[in-house]
């Protein structure tokens, strides 16, 4: 079982950065691919960023692309969210999981999932 803790959430004006952490405890989190998703007010969740289990690929939503990086240490047990150039439009409950497949953007895909951090960017 591994579970998902994030955090760094906060209040940022637009423009801003932020970075988020996700620290896992139990399974070791190289045995995974983390990615992260949001979901805004209203909003169905949806797929902002995946890396792979050694942190040599990393895939991003169109939105986001240029602004935000995913990254791990895996001898911390930590993924990483570093979003820059923030918009109110990124403003959401960001979520990290963990998932035996590279790349999904599907939420079915990953088995393990943290409660979330809020982010929210102020024009």
């Known amino acids: 079982q591994v579970q998902l803790v994030e955090s760094g959430g906060g209040l940022v004006q637009a423009g801003g950065s932020l970075r988020l952490s996700c620290a896992t405890s139990g399974r070791t989190i190289s045995m995974y691919a983390v990615g992260w998703f949001r979901q805004a007010p209203g909003k169905e969740r949806e797929f902002v960023a995946v890396i792979n289990w050694t942190g040599s690929n990393t895939y991003y939503a169109d939105s986001v692309k240029g602004r935000f990086t995913i990254s791990r240490d895996n001898a911390k047990n930590t993924a990483y969210l570093q979003m820059n150039s923030l918009k109110p439009e990124d403003t959401a409950v960001y979520y990290c999981?963990?998932?035996?497949?590279?790349?999904?953007?599907?939420?079915?895909?990953?088995?393990?999932w943290g409660q979330g951090t809020q982010v929210t960017v102020s024009s």
């Open positions: 999981a963990a998932g035996k497949k590279y790349g999904s953007k599907w939420e079915r895909d990953y088995d393990h």
